[in-house]
């Protein structure tokens, strides 16, 4: 199973990006649940949203609404859609999915077995 993670770049304040996470080998209907993280320079990796296998949809405080997360079943992608980007959403996001993630521990990195790459998204002031 491949997660690939892409769609980052360089964006002023208060712009916008939208990240894909594509998925090799297995449909996204075969995971319990997809999410987005990020790591920023010198800071631990944090949660930023998720999408249930019924369409549940946590959201970081952070980030809520301003980004939107979203799947399409025929492409087999998920998709983060992030508007009003501050500086401070600077970090590289990754992709990750599980299998067996029971719904409490959504907002916690270790109970995600797959991961992409991350792809790098800058925000500058």
């Known amino acids: 199973v491949q997660l690939q993670a892409s769609g980052g770049g360089l964006v002023q304040t208060e712009g916008s990006l939208r990240l894909s996470c594509a998925a090799a080998?297995?449909?996204?209907?075969?995971?319990?649940?997809v999410a987005w993280f990020r790591q920023a320079p010198g800071k631990e990796r944090e949660f930023v949203a998720a999408?249930?296998?019924?369409?549940?949809?946590p959201y970081a405080d952070s980030v809520k609404g301003r980004f939107t997360i979203s799947r399409d079943n025929a492409k087999n992608t998920h998709y983060l859609q992030m508007n009003s980007l501050k500086p401070e959403d600077t970090a590289v996001y990754y992709c990750a999915a599980s299998e067996t993630i029971i719904l409490s521990a959504l907002r916690s990195d270790r109970a995600y077995k797959y991961w992409g790459q991350g792809t790098q998204v800058t925000v500058s002031s």
């Open positions: 080998g297995r449909t996204f209907n075969n995971y319990r649940a």
């Open positions: 999408m249930t296998r019924s369409g549940s949809t």
